[in-house]
């Protein structure tokens, strides 16, 4: 098979083929001699610039000694490499393409993105979190708590100790948008300014004077890997790697960076909404008495 760019599905088997030698005490010297392989196909795979088949893959677990579910859930990612989204699962289960998000996002060196209805999850607070997943009603009761904490696991990326470089554009009516009750919104207002102080993170607000844009979605850049899109919606997750897309998606990028309010204009319009005015009227349309204009968007 040729050498390709590794996928976002084919890094995440790599690793997980990568953690199976190490649990079953295996070099890639040693691994390569019980399954006749080259040195450098397996290394390969390990970094996803190469396909793995389905026989390869069984091969590899019986050397190292992989079973039942975590054997069940390599060969279905393996199945999977070439399908342009992850699924949500039903019921009780975790989203997989969370935890896949989850763990892209604590490499990436650069974050960007666009959130249209909520605050973005990498900035919320544990009481907004769990006031957003207590509205999905896809997601049963007993396991909310569940989803809070992964939701909130996004949070640490930003805070780690060699952060990545984030710029979040908030789209006002994800601003305005009645998640909670009074107190919930105005903690998370006063913690968006707060963090908006980060010398990482970089806080812009779209106004809805703007008027429409592109819908919600991250791109994630990393230090090895070329750069992935995430664009979610209800049912799956897509992450999107196309040259040509991710191009596209830099283009969206390009054009609020003109017409955002900027990062000083955007935490004072933060600001602003915990004021009377801004929790008067929840549900009060954008750009009404139910709270403050803020700064007329910059000219493109």
Excluded at 41 to 57: E, F, I, Q, W
Excluded at 149 to 177: D, I, M
Aim: overall charge neutral; some cysteine.
């Amino acid at each position: 098979m040729d050498k390709r760019e590794p996928t976002i599905r084919a890094r995440e088997l790599g690793e997980s083929m990568r953690l199976a030698m190490v649990r079953a005490g295996l070099n890639g010297v040693r691994a390569c001699a019980r399954l006749g392989w080259s040195k450098s196909k397996l290394s390969r795979m390990l970094l996803g610039t190469r396909g793995v088949s389905n026989a390869d893959l069984v091969a590899f677990l019986e050397v190292c000694d992989v079973a039942g579910d975590e054997r069940g859930r390599l060969l279905e990612m393996c199945a999977e490499l070439r399908a342009p989204a992850w699924p949500r699962q039903p019921g009780n289960l975790l989203p997989r393409h969370l935890n896949t998000l989850i763990d892209h996002e604590a490499q990436a060196v650069v974050v960007r993105g666009l959130d249209m209805l909520v605050i973005p999850a990498p900035l919320q607070t544990d009481d907004y979190a769990r006031a957003v997943v207590s509205s999905d009603v896809t997601v049963p009761p007993n396991e909310r708590d569940n989803r809070v904490v992964a939701k909130l696991t996004r949070r640490q990326f930003v805070k780690r100790e060699t952060p990545p470089r984030c710029v979040f554009y908030v789209h006002e009516a994800a601003l305005r948008l009645p998640v909670g009750d009074a107190r919930v919104r105005a903690e998370q207002w006063d913690d968006l300014v707060r963090m908006s102080t980060r010398p990482n993170i970089t806080i812009r607000v779209v106004t809805a004077a703007q008027g429409a844009t592109a819908g919600s979605f991250r791109l994630l850049e990393f230090a090895d890997y070329k750069p992935v899109v995430c664009v979610e919606s209800e049912t799956a997750c897509q992450f999107v790697d196309a040259p040509d897309a991710v191009a596209a998606y830099r283009a969206v990028l390009a054009a609020l960076a003109e017409t955002a309010l900027t990062p000083d204009e955007s935490r004072a319009f933060v600001a602003g909404l915990a004021g009377p005015a801004g929790l008067a009227d929840p549900a009060c349309p954008a750009g009404t008495a139910a709270g403050p204009a803020g700064p007329p968007p910059r000219d493109g």
